[in-house]
């Protein structure tokens, strides 16, 4: 079966400072991969990478076979449609509705007005906010707001979505939530998942398999299952291994 994304020797870099070098990984269908590391990795610049945000200095991002890094931006655009993000701080916006935030991805793409109410009531009930479409951001908890955003990455029904820091800011029991929360979607949906965190607790709650960057290079590729094996001491670090027997 044909990956849904392939990265082959990604090299990415801010003006003359190089920040990602030969990174090359692939993500399955219906997997959950987590791509982790601490501040600074490059976690971020390669998730821009992904969704199209940034031009790779060389290499080749492909979704689904298509290598977008050739696409021109209206090429890249259409692309967009077929996969959904959200991000870290949520983006939503706060002068208008839960339900209208939804909204937005539908009426740039033009759905039928008439369906988009009942849509948007379909997307809140699968995050567990049906009842909350007609509140403002300012009145939602910090989970809630998150569970907005996830709703409106799902908006056009995407075969993939990216999770820039889920659990980023929250509370342990409200990012456990969010954590089964993006497992029963993914259960539900049938969509790949692609995570972008630092969370030791998400990455064992949700996570198939890892990419784990330190100094711009991939320093573990695999099963979540096979991390313990490692040898690495930048992986035995952050994992939390490196007083356990090898």
Known sequence: MQPVIEVE??????????????????????????????????????????????????????????????????????????FGVSFQSGAIFNSITAAENVALPMRERAVDK??????????????????AGDKMPSDLS???????????????DPELVFFDEPSAGLDPVTAAGLDQLILRLRELLGITVVAVTHSLDSIRMIAD???????????????????????????RRFFRLQDEPQ
């Not at 990604?10 to 003006?15: I, K, N, T």
């Not at 990419?211 to 040898?231: D, E, H, I, K, Q």
């Open 9 to 82: 020797n990604l090299v990415a870099e801010y003006d003359s400072l190089r920040v990602l070098e030969d990174v090359t990984f692939e993500v399955r269908p219906g997997e959950i991969m987590a791509i982790v590391g601490t501040s600074g990795c490059g976690k971020t610049t390669l998730l821009r990478h992904l969704i199209g945000l940034m031009r790779p200095r060389g290499g080749v991002v492909r979704l689904w076979g298509q290598d977008i890094t050739k696409l021109e931006e209206d090429e890249l655009d259409c692309f967009r449609s077929r």
């Open 114 to 131: 008439e369906l988009i109410p009942g849509l948007v009531t379909l997307k809140l009930s699968l995050v567990g906010l049906a009842d």
């Open 142 to 156: 910090g989970g809630m707001r998150k569970r907005v955003a996830i709703a409106r990455a799902l908006a056009l």
């Open 209 to 235: 398999r890892v990419l784990m960057l330190a100094g711009g290079t991939v320093r573990f590729f695999g099963p979540l299952g096979a991390v313990a094996g490692s040898t690495d001491p930048e992986v």
